[in-house]
């Protein structure tokens, strides 16, 4: 098993040791115990990290979703070059489509992490979804008025 190492400075090396004292810090029981969220003992300077909150474990619609989200990132990597090999309103629509689903979701995240409070979260959370929404009205309409996303982003490279 590979083992973690740690500075010796961190957790008591005295003054004259070495700068990088090799002792092994993650052992079985330790892991063991900061998977169960008890205090390990031994652990040098130690907090708690949750790493999701309880409602949502087990959830099989929080696997799905990041299932998708992964999904989405791998179209739109075979979408781009698709679409300047292939213009056209399927590959405007789709990349519509694509680029305002994985912005939604990415903003989506964003907020999950940064915004704190059920009430400002909701109403963050809102904003993003019109933001969303308008964005994807926009695309379709400049695909559906002018001369589409595909188009649009070739003649930018012929400037």
Request: include cysteine; proline fraction near 4%.
């Amino acid at each position: 098993m590979a083992s973690l190492w740690r500075l010796g400075v961190l957790c008591g090396a005295q003054g004259g040791r070495a700068l990088f004292v090799r002792i092994p810090v993650v052992r079985p029981a330790q892991v063991s115990a900061f998977l169960q969220d008890q205090p390990a003992p031994g652990w040098c300077r130690t907090q708690h990290i949750h790493l999701s909150p309880n409602h949502y474990s087990g959830s099989k619609a929080a696997s799905l979703h990041w299932t998708g989200e992964r999904v989405v990132s791998v179209l739109l990597l075979g979408l781009i070059p698709a679409a300047y090999l292939n213009p056209g309103s399927a590959m405007d629509y789709s990349l519509a489509a694509a680029l305002t689903l994985h912005s939604h979701w990415g903003l989506g995240q964003v907020v999950t992490d940064y915004v704190r409070g059920d009430a400002l979260q909701k109403a963050v959370k809102a904003g993003i979804l019109a933001l969303s929404a308008l964005t994807f009205a926009g695309l379709c309409n400049f695909n559906y008025h002018d001369v589409g996303i595909c188009k649009a982003v070739a003649m930018l490279w012929k400037l």
